[in-house]
């Protein structure tokens, strides 16, 4: 289970403060294209499962996810999730011709076969995604993600943090926030349902 807390920038001017104050605690840059695919039957999305493709800086490198029965409230969310490394050049191909999905060696794409039915060359299709940009920064004892995400409708920014005590954690990011006089509200919908329904929140 991951548990994560999510708070929404409103705006590019209050994602350029964030960034500029944890700066001193930056840890790593990355550059993010996410892709998804579900079955030519909607096999996936019907039991609100999301299969997707992260590549990492120029596609070195390939996270095949497994995502399933994702909650968000108050700014926290939980969603079941099993993922792995793929060899980059397998994921392109599969991101150029999706039926290849479904004969690909991947413990996650097995269990996608076998769990959700998706079977065949012509089961599987893409859905498009969207890129994203990540800062990451290691801050009181939290690893702090800061996502600028570009849709073909906008722009959307967003602190994430996964933590064991998310109450915790989102006292802390919200206390900073205040502190800072940045506002912000708690993320009400996935990057992947905002994708979905094709306009910002």
Same mark, same amino acid.
């Given at each position: 289970? !991951?548990?994560?807390?999510?708070?929404?920038? &409103?705006?590019?001017?209050?994602?350029?403060?964030?960034?500029? @104050?944890?700066?001193?605690?930056? $840890?790593?840059?990355?550059?993010?294209?996410?892709?998804? *695919?579900?079955?030519?039957?909607?096999? =996936?999305?019907?039991?609100? $499962?999301? @299969?997707? *493709?992260?590549?990492?800086?120029d596609d070195e490198r390939c996270v095949v996810s497994?995502? $399933?029965?994702?909650?968000? /409230?108050?700014?926290?969310?939980?969603? !079941?999730?099993?993922? !792995?490394?793929?060899? &980059? %050049? /397998?994921?392109?191909? +599969?991101? $150029?011709? &999706?039926?290849?999905?479904? /004969?690909?060696?991947?413990?996650?794409? !097995? %269990?996608?076969?076998?769990?959700?039915?998706?079977?065949?060359?012509?089961? *599987?299709?893409? =859905?498009?995604?969207?890129?994203? #940009? %990540?800062?990451?920064?290691?801050?009181?004892?939290?690893?702090?993600?800061?996502?600028?995400?570009?849709?073909?409708?906008?722009? =959307?920014?967003?602190?994430? +943090?996964?933590?064991?005590?998310?109450?915790?954690?989102?006292?802390? @990011?919200e206390e900073f926030l205040k502190e800072n006089g #940045?506002?912000?509200?708690?993320?009400?919908?996935?990057? *992947?349902?905002i994708f979905r329904s094709g306009k910002l929140p």
């Amino acid at each position: 289970m !991951e548990v994560e807390v999510k708070l929404r920038l &409103p705006n590019a001017d209050s994602h350029r403060r964030v960034i500029a @104050l944890l700066a001193p605690f930056h $840890a790593a840059t990355h550059r993010q294209r996410n892709l998804f *695919f579900d079955g030519a039957d909607s096999e =996936l999305s019907s039991k609100r $499962a999301v @299969l997707r *493709f992260r590549f990492y800086n120029d596609d070195e490198r390939c996270v095949v996810s497994l995502k $399933a029965k994702a909650v968000l /409230v108050d700014g926290v969310s939980r969603v !079941e999730e099993d993922e !792995e490394d793929l060899n &980059p %050049r /397998v994921g392109l191909d +599969c991101v $150029a011709e &999706p039926g290849k999905l479904g /004969v690909v060696e991947s413990r996650v794409l !097995e %269990r996608v076969r076998n769990e959700f039915g998706v079977k065949g060359e012509k089961g *599987f299709v893409g =859905l498009g995604g969207f890129g994203n #940009i %990540r800062s990451v920064y290691e801050w009181k004892g939290l690893k702090l993600e800061v996502d600028e995400t570009s849709f073909d409708f906008g722009t =959307l920014y967003e602190i994430e +943090c996964e933590s064991a005590d998310p109450d915790e954690a989102k006292r802390v @990011l919200e206390e900073f926030l205040k502190e800072n006089g #940045i506002d912000y509200s708690y993320s009400l919908m996935s990057k *992947f349902a905002i994708f979905r329904s094709g306009k910002l929140p």
